[in-house]
């Protein structure tokens, strides 16, 4: 099976059945395969409910009882038995192992992981895979994450949904140490203006990083962080954000000559 997606191997996993027992092997993959929340570095034997993570991908493990009076075909799109948790094929009509006509539909079945909230267990994925990227120093594999991960934000703007604040701020911060590494200003230079989109204060280790790209590009930085700063004035100010928000605004003060030095006189 092919998943499309920049964190899964050519060759990642396998899934070998024998008998009645499902075992699941990471093929040396980069980002390695989860089982349960747990890296699987050994085969593991997997039992009905099972999640593997693959990439960005959630797959759950599910165990079929045959059912050998049903006559319906097993090819085309599965649903799932709202009353025993059976999966079987939606031509059915109805379930072959309860009889039942009720179906669970995506978000039920996977735990409140419908669409948006699929975006951010994703962006949560690109985090910890950033991390090990950063880490590793792998410069090209840096940039595709956050290219990827910063489309998956961007999705959520475009569609009205809330954004998970911790994990943006865990996004951002990744973001920054990247333009820092990379010595490009591009990334900081994204949370500077995705900060200026959403209801949220940026946190006080962002806004250090930022201090620090402003320190390499105040000319690229003076202005974002200017209309940074207006944005988060507009907020509720709260003993939590307010020493956040003094940070951003020394910042401010220390690149502001670049930003009259760049205008022309």
């Known amino acids: 099976m092919t998943i499309e ?10 899934i070998v059945l024998e008998g009645d027992r499902a075992t699941v092997y990471d093929l040396n993959s980069r980002n390695g395969v989860k089982v349960n929340g747990v890296a699987a570095k050994e085969p593991v034997e997997l039992k ?21 009076h049903s006559s319906a075909k097993t090819t085309g799109f599965l649903r799932h038995c709202a009353r025993c948790r059976m999966p079987y094929p939606q031509e059915a009509g109805a379930c072959p192992n309860c009889g039942a006509t009720e179906a669970l539909d995506e978000e039920t079945l996977s735990g409140s992981f419908g669409t948006a909230a699929q975006q951010v ?41 809330a954004v998970d604040g911790a994990q943006l701020a865990k996004l951002a911060f990744g ?11 591009t990334w900081g230079l994204w949370v500077a203006q995705v900060y200026r989109r959403v209801p949220l204060a940026v946190p006080h280790d962002v806004v250090g990083k930022l201090g ?22 507009t907020l509720p100010m709260t003993a939590e954000n307010f020493p956040a928000v003094e940070a951003l605004e020394r910042v401010s003060a220390s690149v502001r000559p670049a930003l009259r030095t760049a205008k022309p006189s």
């Open 48 to 68: 009905d409910g099972d999640r593997l993570r693959i990439g960005t991908q959630e797959l759950v493990f599910c165990r079929v009882d045959a059912a050998p």
């Open 5 to 14: 997606d920049p964190l899964v191997s050519r060759h990642h996993a396998r």
């Open 175 to 185: 973001a920054v140490r990247a333009s820092l590494t990379l010595r490009d200003p």
């Open 121 to 161: 267990w994703s962006v949560q994925l690109f985090v910890e895979v950033l991390e090990r990227a950063l880490g590793l120093e792998r410069f090209e594999d840096i940039q595709r994450i956050l290219r990827r991960a910063t489309v998956q934000v961007e999705e959520l703007l475009a569609r009205g949904d």
């Open 212 to 233: 620090e790209l402003a320190v390499h590009f105040p000319v690229d930085m003076a202005e974002p962080v200017e209309h940074l700063v207006a944005h988060q004035r």
